[in-house]
């Protein structure tokens, strides 16, 4: 099963439409979000051909955004406890890295999936993995947007750069 993974949009429609169509030209069954969507305006392009679940993002504000979320997919709030085909995955937006750390030791998850830092990141710890897409760049953080797809038959993960 491919599922694609994406973090902190935040607003910008371009790189949110590149994503659903970097997704879609992909064939990925299944999209999380792992928050800072920002408006309901942005959700809306996710309403594609698969299916999507989000979380809540420290920057998450508008009261309408979960039921925009809601009328074509999953708004999870603060945290998800996924299976696809078996695999479970911890979703979280990340913005306490005690949580993020909790969540990698609880050995719950094969993995989990977060955002909140802007930084591409890909590790195992004790079994689990460790995957944050990325997000809008900014200093100190990736230079580029990427999004990940997860294949879970294969256990491969794969960022695509879609700065251009």
């Known amino acids: 099963m491919l599922v694609g993974c994406c973090s902190d949009t935040h607003d910008n429609l371009d790189l949110a439409r590149s994503a659903v169509e970097t997704f879609e030209d992909r064939g990925v069954d299944a999209v999380i979000h792992c928050g800072d969507v920002v408006a309901p305006f942005t959700a809306s392009v996710f309403d594609a051909d698969f299916a999507f679940h989000a979380v809540r ?88 947007y990427h999004v990940a797809i997860l294949d879970t038959d294969a256990e491969t993960v794969e960022f695509v750069d879609l700065s251009g």
């Open 57 to 144: 993002g420290n920057n998450d504000g508008e009261w309408a955004l979960a039921e925009t979320i809601e009328a074509f997919g999953t708004h999870h709030g603060e945290s998800a406890h996924l299976t696809f085909d078996g695999v479970d995955v911890g979703v979280y937006h990340g913005t306490s890295e005690q949580l993020v750390d909790a969540l990698l030791a609880s050995g719950a998850y094969d993995y989990v999936v977060r955002g909140h830092t802007h930084e591409r990141t890909h590790e195992e710890r004790d079994g689990t993995v460790h995957l944050n897409p990325g997000g809008l760049p900014f200093p100190g953080a990736d230079d580029a």
